[in-house]
């Protein structure tokens, strides 16, 4: 099994840039293909954007498209997600996911995610 552990969240302004990292436990962390997920208050948890186990390919909501990059580091067993442009709609608890074998169409789904960090809180200001 694989254990996510969050971090970088913080307080932004609207515009600037955040980088959260996902270090993961676990021996085959580069079988997993990896997710970014986000909730906030109220909403349901809303897809951010995935990379495949290799980081060859990375697949994005529509709603961060352009501004958000989702990199990952199988030797250091840790997933990235670059936020750049930040908006206040962007405030959320961010969690990172895994799976160790995810369709390409079930990405995007969280419930098909067996795997979740703990979350970390981004908040942008305006």
């Known amino acids: 099994q694989v254990q996510l552990v969050e971090s970088g969240g913080g307080l932004v302004q609207a515009g600037g840039s955040l980088r959260l990292s996902c270090a993961a436990s676990?021996?085959?962390?580069?079988?997993?293909?990896m997710g970014w997920f986000r909730q906030a208050p109220g909403k349901e948890r809303e897809f951010v954007g995935a990379v495949t186990r290799s980081g060859g390919t990375t697949y994005y909501a529509d709603s961060v498209k352009g501004r958000f990059s989702i990199s990952r580091d199988n030797a250091k067993n840790t997933v990235y997600l670059q936020m750049n442009s930040l908006k206040p709609e962007d405030t959320a608890v961010y969690y990172c996911a895994a799976d160790y074998n995810i369709a390409t169409t079930a990405r995007s789904d969280a419930k098909k995610y067996d795997h979740w960090g703990q979350g970390t809180q981004v908040t942008v200001s305006s």
């Open positions: 676990g021996r085959t962390f580069s079988r997993y293909d």
